[in-house]
């Protein structure tokens, strides 16, 4: 038996989908794109969604319409994947690098107040796993401070806080929707939010700087004209990627309550072993991207697991400690003790319970193996 850590689920209807824009023969931005943009726009109740073709595009461009300069701060948590960080480096400004809470794995007020500074400009809230951070604190701070925020919830499509879909509130939320996420485009991300301004920039930084008023040549009207205004990239989603999105938000609401059932079952189980600690979490309003838990002798269970067929991982290895971004004033001792004991176990959409079950019962085996040694070695003993 192999159990990936993670998969997508595609099939026909996404086929189906990209074939209509093969045979339309417009594979760039288009119909789709848009299409997908005003779903999203429905889902969260926002006034503007800019899709983009990656989620940390999604964070470099948002970070890039807050005019960010040499010597800014923007604090970000540790314990998250690059593309969180890549994007501030991106930008000339300095990431400083924030603790998280042992028992949810997320930056909390508390922590993130400590690391700010009069050069501090945002805070990048990562909301890991699917679980939200303490948003209504996190927001009040920033007012107190004047911060802007960038929600990076590539791991909390389909998440809710307070009766709200993590998306629907706050400043700038980033989301990504690559192969292995709740919902995927294949590759792809998207920028929401409300505010007309910084909503306008956007827009024209995801395709080279083009003025929106020029996309008339989407429509045929002059379309040989376009006006260059601003510095811009290259990071607009194209029609196929949006095709398979639009497939998948259909599915949003299936793909979510698979998941839901695989942690539950998890946690359930492996809440019983000595050697795991699970992070609890409210599956009725967690999406799961990712199950989380600590393990005892986390190195010898990956070992013993991918010997059994499956595959783990560690998520993530902190920034901190990452040559390029390391540093030697960061002391977080939550995160570090987190990396030497996080496992993230398989999950995905398609996964089935009796794939859980047997994830369960070689952790079980594995755990319960190292007492019968140990117990063997005691009565052995003079």
């Not at 560690?314 to 040559?323: A, D």
Request: aromatic share 10%; net charge positive; with cysteine.
């Amino acid at each position: 038996m192999k159990i990936s850590q993670s998969k997508p689920s595609i099939g026909r209807e996404e086929l189906s989908s990209v074939n209509k824009v093969f045979q339309s023969g417009w594979l760039g931005m288009g119909k789709q794109v848009f299409e997908f943009e005003n779903l999203l726009k429905k889902l969260f109740k926002r006034k503007y969604v800019i899709a983009v073709n990656s989620g940390t595009n999604a964070i470099h461009i948002a970070l890039d319409s807050i005019w960010l300069r040499k010597n800014d701060e923007v604090i970000v948590p540790s314990l998250t994947f690059a593309g969180s960080v890549q994007p501030i480096i991106l930008c000339g400004a300095k990431p400083v690098f924030c603790d998280v809470d042992k028992d949810t794995l997320n930056m909390s007020e508390e922590l993130i107040r400590r690391k700010v500074t009069r050069k501090t400009k945002a805070i990048i809230v990562v909301h890991y796993g699917g679980l939200p951070c303490d948003m209504d604190r996190i927001l009040k701070l920033a007012k107190e401070k004047h911060l802007r925020i960038i929600e990076d919830a590539a791991h909390a499509f389909g998440s809710i806080y307070k009766e709200k879909l993590v998306g629907s509130f706050g400043d700038i939320t980033c989301f990504s929707f690559d192969p292995i996420k709740n919902i995927t485009c294949g590759e792809g991300g998207a920028v929401i939010l409300d505010d007309k301004k910084t909503a306008d920039l956007i827009i024209k930084k995801r395709i080279l700087g083009i003025d929106k008023d020029t996309w008339n040549r989407y429509k045929h009207k002059r379309s040989w004209f376009y006006s260059v205004k601003e510095r811009g990239y290259r990071y607009h989603m194209s029609n196929i990627n949006a095709a398979i999105g639009l497939v998948q938000l259909k599915k949003m609401d299936f793909f979510i309550s698979q998941r839901q059932k695989i942690a539950t079952r998890y946690d359930n189980a492996l809440r019983k072993i000595n050697g795991i600690q699970i992070i609890e979490r409210d599956y009725r309003k967690v999406a799961p991207f990712n199950y989380t838990v600590m393990a005892e002798k986390r190195n010898n269970l990956m070992e013993f697991l991918q010997n059994s067929g499956i595959t783990t991982g560690i998520n993530y290895i902190p920034n901190h400690l990452q040559p390029l971004f390391k540093s030697k004033a960061a002391k977080l001792p939550n995160t570090e003790y987190l990396y030497r004991h996080i496992i993230s176990l398989p999950i995905y959409s398609g996964m089935k319970i009796k794939d859980a079950d047997y994830v369960i019962s070689r952790i079980k085996e594995f755990y319960n193996r190292k007492k019968v040694t140990k117990k063997v070695i005691e009565q052995n003993m003079p």
